[in-house]
């Protein structure tokens, strides 16, 4: 079974830095790109950013320069290391995968960022 779990700590002052992981299992890690989306309420859901089996990493441009993707194949761990807080990063944050033609999402873990 297909599962992903998120986990950080969840709320930061303007400016600071938070890190989220998430944990997966079920499928063959190293051979899938791997995503973070975000959102806010009455909002739909953002792709925030991707890495790929490569390593090759993409982001949105509103965390450009801010964020940073990784993942560590050996853990079937995906991070998002985030800094340069902004309270527009206010939002709920989820790790997801495109598996057997099915998007398939980690139940999400809410960052507040305060100013």
């Known amino acids: 079974q297909v599962r992903l779990v998120e986990s950080g700590v969840g709320s930061a002052q303007a400016g600071g830095s938070l890190k989220l992981s998430c944990a997966a299992s079920?499928?063959?890690?190293?051979?899938?790109?791997l995503d973070w989306y975000r959102q806010t309420p009455g909002k739909e859901r953002e792709l925030v950013s991707s890495?790929?089996?490569?390593?090759?990493?993409t982001y949105v441009a509103s965390v450009e320069g801010r964020f940073t993707i990784s993942r560590d194949n050996a853990k079937e761990m995906v991070y998002l290391q985030m800094s340069s807080l902004k309270p527009e990063d206010t939002a709920m944050y989820y790790c997801?995968?495109?598996?057997?033609?099915?998007?398939?999402w980690g139940p999400g873990t809410q960052v507040t960022v305060s100013s």
């Open positions: 890495i790929g089996v490569d390593g090759t990493t």
């Open positions: 997801s995968l495109y598996y057997l033609a099915a998007r398939i």
């Open positions: 079920g499928f063959s890690f190293t051979n899938r790109a």
